[in-house]
Nanobody, 126 residues
């Protein structure tokens, strides 16, 4: 089992960029598919991006962030990243990373993830 800690959130103007990090402790980080989710006030948690276990050869993005956000992983550092560019006010939310061992499909479904971080706030001002 891994434990997850997010960092990198903050306040940014529309059009700006942020990079979120999610550091995992525990063994066998490379065995885990990693996902980023977000939850805005009054809204349900939604999938943002995911990257497959192993070398991370498969990535998946929500339509609303495709072309603006990039997920990547560094297994040597036990860390997954979310590079967010061209941020919009509607990207404002608490961002969570999540882990699922050997998950190979339905990356967008939060119920497939059994380990979650505490979240980091991202606020985009207009």
């Amino acid at each position: 089992q891994v434990q997850l800690v997010e960092s990198g959130g903050g306040l940014v103007q529309a059009g700006g960029s942020l990079r979120l990090s999610c550091a995992a402790s525990g063994r066998s980080f490379s065995f885990y598919t990693m996902g980023w989710f977000r939850q805005a006030p009054g809204k349900e948690r939604e999938s943002v991006a995911a990257i497959s276990w192993g070398a991370g050869g498969t990535t998946d993005y929500a339509g609303s962030v495709k072309g603006r956000f990039t997920i990547s992983r560094d297994n040597a550092k036990n860390t997954v990243y979310l590079q967010m560019n061209s941020l919009k006010p509607e990207d404002t939310a608490v961002y969570y990373c999540a882990a699922s061992k050997f998950l190979s499909s339905n990356y967008y479904y939060s119920g497939n993830y059994d380990t979650w971080g505490q979240g980091t706030q991202v606020t985009v001002s207009s």
